[in-house]
């Protein structure tokens, strides 16, 4: 006697997932989420904001070192990525860390209010991202920010634009000294940051700018580009 095997049927559709290689740049987003929630640790964590290591304060180190979660041996550059990211997560207004603190650590680009879509559930953004199993880049989300424009707190396109050219061509310092601004600016569009892509992104940055930088340019064209048609139509254009 065969025993028949149960199906999920073809119309039940898993839900999207991240791609693996997500999955450690999530999990440090998700312990700083975490570390976030005594206001102490959260104070000690943005107090890395826009520093070099050499200028971040020792209660900074003991947040993030005590849990483990700067990898044992990692770089300076390296390092200085982690930093950077847990700072620009606990500069974030409370309201929308709360929102983002879904367990996943999966911060795509949400609205970043109460009624926002869980972080990791869905990469859609008010302006109808979509979702990207490999992280959703600082590129799209600052088009999402631009497509807002005609809402509250909606980045002008030509504003956008410049400073996104300008970040493309900044060294590693530069790049950290314009980040708090730029993500302050996306967020106050209420759209939030994919802060473990920016994490994977950060720390290829030293020796892998160039490919960085034109995923953040065709993202932010495309994004633009779809977000456009989406506005004529009602309907989303056909993927790239």
């Not at 304060?57 to 847990?86: F, I, S």
């Not at 994004?223 to 048609?229: D, G, I, K, N, Q």
Request: glycine share 10%.
């Amino acid at each position: 006697m065969t025993l028949s095997v149960l199906s999920q049927p073809p119309d039940a559709a898993a839900p999207p997932s991240r791609h693996d290689s997500m999955n450690p740049y999530d999990a440090f987003v998700a312990g700083v989420l975490r570390l976030c929630s005594d206001a102490g640790t959260q104070q000690a964590l943005r107090r890395a904001l826009g520093r070099s290591l050499a200028d971040i304060p020792a209660r900074t180190h003991a947040a993030l070192l005590r849990g483990g979660l700067v990898p044992d041996g990692a770089g300076p550059e390296r390092r200085r990525a982690y930093y950077a990211v847990a700072a620009l997560i606990a500069a974030r207004p409370r309201a929308q860390r709360i929102a983002e603190a879904d367990g996943s650590g999966k911060g795509a680009a949400a609205a970043a209010d109460d009624s926002a879509t869980p972080a990791g559930d869905s990469d859609e953004s008010v302006a109808g991202s979509r979702f990207r199993p490999r992280g959703t880049s600082l590129g799209e989300g600052l088009a999402s920010a631009v497509a807002r424009q005609g809402g509250t707190g909606g980045i002008k396109q030509d504003g956008a634009e410049s400073r996104l050219h300008l970040m493309v061509r900044q060294d590693v310092d530069g790049l950290h000294r314009m980040l708090p601004a730029v993500l302050r600016q996306v967020a106050s569009a209420g759209v939030a940051a994919d802060y473990a892509c920016l994490l994977r992104d950060l720390i290829a940055w030293p020796k892998g700018r160039d490919a960085v930088s034109v995923r953040w340019l065709e993202d932010y064209y495309r994004t633009l580009r779809r977000h456009a048609a989406e506005d004529k139509t009602g309907e989303p254009p056909a993927a790239d």
